[in-house]
């Protein structure tokens, strides 16, 4: 993650199955330019909540398998936001908040979390993410398998429900938008790659783009005033400062709703994501 992980009050349950970590509120910078909240910060919020009881409380002993060798990526997930999330900046002159991050699964080479932002002012959930992070060699960039301590450990972790992302790479069609984009510096994380919050940004950058190309149909304004109700996001190559990408958006044939997405680096996939709107825009603050 590309910031100072710094003294947040955390409550790390006895089993180290489940954490809170809590935060006093929003910036400037996490809102976008139609005055609400930034999906590609809000993908960030998650990362935070994953980060901060990572590093700071050694959660899932996530510190003791970091190593020069070996490290956690993340590979995608599902995000899941209640209508509530996108009046935030409307009701509230400020927002404390909390983020829980609970073990659902561990596998052979992965481990599958549940994080859910939660609104500390009313206590409600309005927010929530399904990840799947894979135990990697940093060399190779292959997948590594989880020690057999660890499996142990956390073997009892399973959750009752069945969390499946897609994978399968989209069939992407001739008739789609393209945008170019380079990565810049700021755009990475500590590991030196292309930042999940910034894929995502470059994906509403992209969908804007082709609306006010006349390309999409259904939505007439801004594309950031359009709530956004689903993310699913697959990180599927490494891209660095300075690499030249093009991001390619249409819509669903059955759903103009719903908006994929595809960032090449040349012929190497990068990066896929599918989102669904609110089929109906809310107004400016």
Same mark, same amino acid.
């Given at each position: 993650m590309a910031t100072q992980v710094l003294d947040y009050r955390i409550v790390v349950d006895e089993k180290n199955f489940k954490a809170e970590s809590f935060f006093p509120g929003l910036a400037f910078v996490d809102f976008e330019r139609t005055g609400g909240l930034a999906l590609w910060n809000i993908s960030r919020l998650?990362? @935070?909540? +994953?980060?901060?009881?990572?590093?700071?409380?050694?959660?899932?002993?996530?510190?003791?398998?970091?190593?020069d060798q070996n $490290?956690?990526?993340?590979?995608?997930?599902?995000?899941?936001?209640?209508?509530?999330?996108?009046?935030?900046?409307?009701k509230f002159h400020y927002f404390p908040y909390k983020i829980t991050i609970e073990l659902i699964n561990v596998g052979q080479t992965s481990i599958t979390v549940r994080e859910v932002l939660i609104n500390l002012l009313d206590g409600k959930e309005i927010a929530t993410f399904y990840g799947k992070l894979v135990y990697v060699d940093r060399i190779t960039k292959?997948?590594?398998?989880?020690?057999?301590?660890?499996?142990?450990?956390?073997?009892?972790?399973? @959750?009752? +429900?069945i969390v499946k992302f897609e994978t399968a790479v989209p069939a992407i069609?001739?008739?789609?938008?393209?945008?170019?984009? $380079?990565?810049?510096p700021s755009d990475t994380d500590y590991n030196g790659h292309n930042n999940q919050g910034s894929y995502v940004r470059f994906c509403m950058d992209a969908a804007e783009t082709a609306r006010q190309s006349h390309f999409l149909k259904g939505f007439t304004g801004d594309i950031c005033l359009y709530p956004v109700v689903k993310l699913t996001a697959c990180y599927r190559g490494e891209t660095l400062a300075g690499d030249n990408l093009m991001t390619s958006v249409w819509q669903d044939d059955t759903s103009p709703s719903e908006l994929n997405f595809a960032i090449h680096k040349g012929t190497k996939l990068a990066f896929t994501a599918c989102i669904t709107f609110k089929s109906t825009c809310c107004s400016k603050l």
């Open positions: 998650f990362e @935070s909540g +994953r980060i901060v009881p990572f590093f700071q409380a050694n959660f899932l002993d996530y510190k003791t398998l970091r190593s $490290t956690f990526f993340l590979l995608g997930g599902d995000y899941y936001f209640d209508s509530c999330l996108w009046n935030v900046p409307r292959k997948s590594q398998a989880l020690p057999e301590w660890y499996r142990r450990k956390y073997e009892a972790a399973k @959750s009752s +429900r069609p001739q008739n789609r938008h393209q945008v170019p984009v $380079t990565v810049t």
